[in-house]
């Protein structure tokens, strides 16, 4: 389950409907030969479609839909993302499952998009 400490301060405040945090959020785990590559080469990618930025320890992309977190690990990244909606959070996994299939050498998605209600 992802708790708010899992929620990196620049998520908390939403800056689009002044609300303290998201209402929904989902994250997975893609293992990969390769993560911190990838991740580099997803947020360059996002950075010419949508505002993205690599912060310390994590990265960060904004989608009209809501905001998605990529972290990575020796073998894995692990994504995380935010929304008000939850068709609109199916999109914004939609959108880093698809970019992440493709441009990476996935060896497993481990466990799926897990979903939680962050605030009722």
């Known amino acids: 389950m992802i708790t708010e400490t899992e929620i990196p301060p620049k ?3 939403n800056r689009k409907e002044n609300t303290d945090f998201f209402l929904y959020s989902s994250r997975a785990e893609f ?4 993560p911190r590559k990838l991740m580099r080469r997803l947020i360059k990618h996002f950075r010419h479609k949508v505002p993205a930025e ?3 320890g994590f990265s960060l992309i904004h989608f009209a839909e809501g905001e998605a977190t990529l972290q990575a690990e020796s073998d894995k990244i692990i994504c995380r993302c935010f929304s008000n909606d939850q068709s ?3 999109e914004i996994e939609d959108t880093l499952e698809r970019h ?9 998605q481990s466990n799926g998009w897990r979903r939680v209600e962050v605030r009722s």
Request: hydrophobic share 45%; proline share 5%.
């Open 11 to 13: 998520l908390k405040p």
């Open 31 to 34: 293992s990969l030969a390769e």
């Open 54 to 56: 690599e912060l310390t």
């Open 88 to 90: 609109q959070l199916q």
């Open 100 to 108: 992440i299939s493709r441009m990476g050498d996935v060896v497993a």
